[in-house]
């Protein structure tokens, strides 16, 4: 049967989506010798393929691995960095990411810190990342001063950003220090930095980000304690299965 080079690439385990396009862009993969290219439609029984000179099959799957990951200030959402940056590659052991096709799922701007889940499932990091499912994310923020409650209650309603009004968000009153406001913000889309830059319009520049969760999972160890920057964990069985209800929701 006949699929998008790029979706059987994910399906294998060899890069999420996004990143089977970009090897494809980059003249990494090939189609019984030929360069392969985007919605190119092969047949797995039939076409070799190939990528970085090397061939690839089902059979070569790695297992699957699902993991959640404390990351750092400095530390880019991504498996390579062209500034030489550190990635949240570099915080897991050579040995359980080098060759499984591991690869963060969405972003988390170097600034902040927090929850990210790292996987080579490629067909869930797809569904994850799409627009559709709304999968709420969880952030603690420390803003400059003290938003008022009309403020608060904008930021809820939804600011225009680059002339399209963001969703509604959940924003909640932590607690006020001398200077600075702590909130608990809960949202259901992932536009780039968008905290940050509400939080800039609005008069309130972010000092500290941090992802507490991704839906129900909570940025903690097995035992109940928080994961530690730097720290990360295998993903538990309730938690994964939580994952695949939204992949299998999306066919």
Aim: net charge positive; hydrophobic share 35%.
């Amino acid at each position: 049967m006949e699929e998008r080079i790029q979706k059987i690439l994910s399906q294998w385990g060899i890069a999420s989506r996004r990143q089977a396009e970009d090897m494809i862009r980059r003249s990494r993969v090939r189609i019984n010798g030929e360069l392969a290219h985007l919605g190119q439609k092969v047949d797995p029984q039939k076409d070799t393929i190939t990528v970085d000179g090397k061939s690839v099959s089902p059979d070569q799957r790695p297992a699957l691995v699902y993991l959640l990951l404390h990351k750092e200030v400095g530390v880019v959402s991504t498996c390579h960095d062209p500034h030489g940056r550190k990635t949240v590659l570099d915080l897991l052991p050579t040995e359980l990411h080098s060759g499984q096709g591991i690869h963060p799922v969405g972003r988390l701007d170097a600034d902040s810190t927090g929850a990210i889940i790292l996987t080579n499932d490629g067909e869930l990091t797809f569904w994850l990342t799409h627009p559709r499912h709304n999968i709420p994310k969880t952030y603690q923020v420390l803003v400059e001063g003290h938003p008022t409650e009309s403020v608060l209650r904008t930021w809820r309603q939804g600011v225009l950003l680059d002339g399209r009004k963001t969703r509604p968000a959940q924003v909640k009153l932590i607690e006020k220090f001398a200077d600075t406001t702590c909130l608990e913000i809960i949202l259901k889309e992932g536009r780039n930095r968008q905290i940050r830059r509400v939080a800039e319009q609005l008069g309130h520049p972010v000092i500290k980000l941090h992802r507490t969760a991704i839906g129900k999972i909570q940025l903690r160890s097995p035992g109940g304690k928080p994961l530690r920057e730097g720290e990360y964990r295998h993903l538990e069985e309730s938690e994964i299965r939580f994952l695949e209800k939204i992949k299998a929701n999306s066919y």
